[in-house]
Structure formats: structure tokens, C-alpha cells
DNA sequence: GCCGGTCACAAGGTCGCCTTGTACCCCTGC
DNA sequence: GCAGGGGTACAAGGCGACCTTGTGACCGGC
């Protein structure tokens, strides 16, 4: 497996049509972007580019490996900005803090479109430290001005704090590809889920309480509602259970995009239940953003997600 | 910026909740995963894990990390997967050969999840040989046995070859984010486009051509076309020149998902053009497919993109 | 109180990668 | 025809990252 470094030197040659004006790109000399082509088609066995004495070409198979990994290093450009973002020793500039499933799916995405439009304004972007945490955490943060501004999903807009909309999201029910729940015509009813064991977060989550909020709504307030197969603390941990076998889960959509599409997970219809759920900017104070980095901030978000 | 290798580690240790558990895993010594951890955190600045006597435990920016992490090692995956398929020193068991289109955006994904499904039934995958090439040359090279089986898109499933539908995509009309026309209200109509210099692939490419044959549809054959405002060899050159300001592009909604997603591109409706096409495994012999690999093969991903 | 499990510190070896210096090739223009 | 600029290849030497082995300390269960 090629490293980082190796597939951004690809991407120099790929661009600039020749060994050395890839070595200028990246800082280094000629001879290094040479032998690190060299030890990369040595080490994947396929050859990529084809040298001469007036520059360098891709490869047919190099055509295709330069696509791949530009979407890889986009990737890896998302979590480098997320861990700038967790640095916390800068002097803070703009102290974010997002519940965990803002921050795991979507703040990366923000966090480098952000800095690309400032760039393009020739200027410098804001310093972001991200604090992610529990969305009961998030908003004590944002309360004691312990962040500037905070992310969190749910209905619960806490009424001593200003909140804007800046996206949606739905919770949904996924079993693993196996499952016989696949092979279902109809969907699963409220009632049905309710006397369902599944996979869980721990309790206090709110991905957690939206279900259970959501399950009430539909069946009243003195539901029987099953205890979980398992509660489990982290997103991950619950994925990787259901992947075990251990039975359907109820996750965010965004958490669940990527398997479902990888299709190491199934999406399951549900039926009499309304999952969605809205994503909020939260801040103290007076009623409109401060002007500022923090308006700045949620503008663009805003801008970002609405068409989507 | 933290190494693939590095980011295996600190999953591994998050699946097995202790260094040593992750060091038989990854297969090195539990000082060497202790190392890369440290280093890992002092280059990101970022503590990531907990250690105690009984265990290390992530930290909650160590959670983040982790998920982020876990995307970027799948998207690592699927440039592992198409390089093995590029590497042609192997005995072919299966040679494939799709058009660069889906050689770039949909090949990976379908050989990860082929070899998953393998190793589910505690099989190995076959051994998959990939030539990319345009769809000229992919079906030439069916008709030649030079390759078991091919991906093309586009309606024009040659007479003499067999061929099934295993997908679906769609041109669509993409301009830089600050391009007039994203302010447009009404869509583009397909005698606007006719009259507008686009940033084109080469004569040849079946996306061009794909264009051409949908323009000419709607306008009758006679049509004027304003010829391409430039022509280039690859879809990412088009892309970047579109980037770079040179004007809309019509392309693959599989090659823009992402710009798109990224908010660097942005979608342009468009009236009156029929721009989707299918995406066919086309092959030699037979109605049906032959069994075995091919027939494998081809059943695996039909039946992993109709549902999508 | 022993034992299995966990992690940390220290010394030494290997290997990858980069740099500098040099030589060769191709094209262009005088 | 020949110099010059841009391009690549070969060779030697240095630095640093990473891994291994050996050893010590801490925690909890039987």
C-alpha cells in the first residue's frame, strides 16, 4: 500500500507533466520524485508513468490510480483539518464544540470548505478548536462560554440559548446484509421495533433518546418499550455489532452512509415513525449570530447544507 | 499529517481496547505500538489514547479520530483493491476491462465488496485482472478474448457481444460555484447549452459523445454545436479546468458526486436532454453468462447497484 | 502471594528517503 | 553545427523513522 506522501508526489507529476516540475511542487529534489515513483510502481507492480527526455505521462493505469487517490488524499484532507481542529494548543480563535455525530460526519467537510473559501478570499481562515462531546455536554459548553458556538442534533433547541438551523438528519434502521428483515415486503411498523432487542447507544445519547422520544410519540406514553440486546458508547462499537450478527440497530443516517453504500449494511423501511431530526447552531447571547468569525461560521454551513 | 500504517495501529487499538491486543493483531511488538501511538499524538498534537495498567481506553477526541480514521482506511481499501487488480504479473483468472468512468468511480467499491462476500463464505475471491481503456477499446478487447467480460457505458451495446444492464448513471452540466449560472432560476434549455463553448473531453470519449448524440436528439441532426471552448484527455483535467474558471462541463454525476458533495462544483438543471445512460457488462459467446467467475461477477454487482 | 496481563524505558540494528554531484538525452534557436 | 535549457538516470553518503529485544513496574484475580 502506497503511502500519503507518494500518492501526493503522483498527483505533482500528474499535473505538472514532468519529474522535476513535481519536484518544485512538493520542495524537493528531482532525484526524490523519481525514486519515489520508482519504489511505488515497484511496490504496487503496476507501472504509472512513462518517462522521457521531455517530460513525464501517465500511464493508462496511472489515468485511473491518479482518480483514486485524489479521492483518497481528499479524505485525508478532511481529517488533517479535524485534527488541526483538536489541537488545542494554539490561542483559540473559535472554539467550537459539536455533539458526535456532527463532528464525526460532518465538521471535516465544514472545516475544509471553510478554509477554501478563504482562501480564495486571499485570507487567512479562522483558528477552529473542536471540543466533540454528548450533546447534554455540548450545550453546558456553549453556557458557560466554554465554546463560542456549538452543533448538536435533535429537537431539544434549549430555550435560554439562540439556534439556527443548519441541516437535517434522520435516523434510520439497519440490519446486517443477512438479516432476514432484507427480505421483508413491508415495513417494520413502530410496534414491531418496540418489541425488537437491538443494538444501542448508551443511555443519554441522543441518538439514543430520539428513538425512544420518537417511539412514544407513536405508541403512547406507556409503551413497553424492549430493553436493548446491547448499549454500547460509540457509534463504532454499535456498527461493528450489528456487523457481528448481533442484531438491527437504530443509526444516523450519516453514520450508516458510507456501509450502506459499501453495502455491508441494509437500510430497513419503517412505518408510523417520523425519525428526522433538525441540526442547530447554538450560541449565547443576543438573538442574531455575533458578527464575526462565529456568524461567519454558521453562515457558511448553512449555505453549505441547505441545498443538499 | 499521521501514516496510513499509523492510523491501522490506533484502530486496531480501538477494536482490542490495549496496545498488546492491537500489536498481536497488527503482528509487531507492543513497544512499537506504543511508539506509533506517541508519535502519533505528539505529531498531531492530539491525545488520542488513554493507558492504564488494565488497558488503554481512546480519549473522546481519540473516538472522533477513530471514525474519521476508519473512512479514510476504507476509501485507503479501495485503492489497495484496484492496484492488486491493475497488477498484472499475477496468472489472470478473470480479465476485466472497463471504460475509465467506471474503472474510476465504481470498480474499486465492486472488488472490495466481491472479496468480502468471498471471504463470507470462507472462499477466496478470484483474481481480478483490470485494463481501463475507452469504450471503444473495451469492447474490442471482449471481442478479441482479450478480456472475460466488460464495462462499458452508454446505449450502444454492440450486436455481436452479449450484454446485461448492471447500472444506471447521468451526465449533468456542473459550473464552478461562483459561475453566473448558478444563480439561474429556470433551468438550462438544450438550445442554450448547444450555444455555449463547454469544457470538453477529447472526439472519441464516450461521455462527449454521449452529449453530442443527446444534443442532437433534441435539436434534430442538423443542429449547429458551438465547438468545445477546449478538449482534454482526462475527466480530472476537465475537471480542473473547470475549477480553474474555464467554463461549465458536462460529466459523469459519478465523477462530480464528490466536487459536488465538497461544494467546489455545483449542479446546473437542464431541460429537455436525456442525458442518462446504462451501464452494461457486456461479453463473448452465449446468451447467458458463462458460469463461473464471470458469471459470479457480474451477479455480484447487479445485484449491488439495483437497489441503489 | 503468585501469576497473567498491562504498559514504559533503553539500546541497537535496519531500511527508507532525501540530498548532492555527475552524466546523458532531446529539442530549440542562433 | 553547436550551445543552452529542460528533462531524466545513476551513485554515494547521511539522517531519521521504525522495529526488536531485554528489562522493570504496576494492577487485579485466584
Do not use: Y
Not at 210 to 220: E, M, N, P, T
Amino acid at each position: 500500500m502506497p503511502e500519503l506522501g507518494a500518492l501526493e508526489v503522483l498527483l505533482a507529476v500528474a499535473r505538472g507533466g514532468s519529474l522535476n516540475a513535481a519536484a518544485r511542487e512538493v520542495g524537493v529534489s528531482q532525484q526524490a520524485v523519481s525514486a519515489r515513483i520508482s519504489s511505488m510502481e515497484a511496490q504496487t507492480g503496476v507501472p504509472l508513468v512513462t518517462r522521457s527526455a521531455r517530460g513525464s505521462a501517465l500511464t493508462p493505469a496511472g489515468v485511473v490510480v491518479v482518480e483514486w487517490a485524489s479521492r483518497l488524499l481528499d479524505v485525508a484532507g478532511e481529517l488533517d483539518a479535524g485534527l488541526a481542529a483538536l489541537r488545542q494548543d494554539r490561542r483559540t480563535r473559535l472554539r467550537v464544540s459539536a455533539s458526535l455525530t456532527i463532528a464525526e460526519h460532518l465538521l471535516p467537510g465544514w472545516l475544509v470548505s471553510l478554509q477554501a473559501a478563504a482562501r480564495q478570499r486571499a485570507q487567512a481562515g479562522p483558528e477552529v478548536v473542536l471540543t466533540a462531546a454528548n450533546s447534554d455536554t455540548v450545550i453546558e459548553q456553549v453556557r458557560r462560554d466554554q465554546a463560542d458556538v456549538g452543533f448538536v442534533e435533535g429537537p431539544q433547541a434549549p430555550r435560554d440559548l439562540r439556534s439556527r438551523v443548519v441541516g437535517r438528519d434522520a435516523l434510520t434502521l439497519v440490519v446486517r446484509h443477512d438479516h432476514p428483515w432484507t427480505r421483508r415486503r413491508r415495513p417494520v411498523a413502530a410496534q414491531e421495533l418496540a418489541a425488537t432487542a437491538l443494538v444501542s447507544r448508551e443511555p443519554g445519547s441522543g441518538t439514543r433518546d430520539a428513538l425512544v422520544a420518537a417511539l412514544r410519540a407513536a405508541l403512547g406514553p406507556g409503551a413497553v418499550l424492549t430493553p436493548p440486546a446491547m448499549a454500547l458508547s460509540t457509534t463504532t462499537a454499535v456498527r461493528a455489532a450489528v456487523l457481528a450478527g448481533a442484531g438491527p440497530a437504530v443509526l444516523s443516517e450519516l453514520a450508516v452512509a458510507d456501509d450502506i453504500a459499501g453495502h455491508r449494511l441494509r437500510r430497513v423501511p419503517l412505518d408510523g415513525l417520523d425519525l428526522h431530526r433538525e441540526l442547530r447552531a447554538i450560541w449565547r447571547g443576543p438573538s442574531r449570530p455575533p458578527a464575526g468569525a462565529v456568524r461567519d461560521l454558521i453562515a457558511h454551513i448553512a449555505l453549505r447544507e441547505r441545498p443538499a
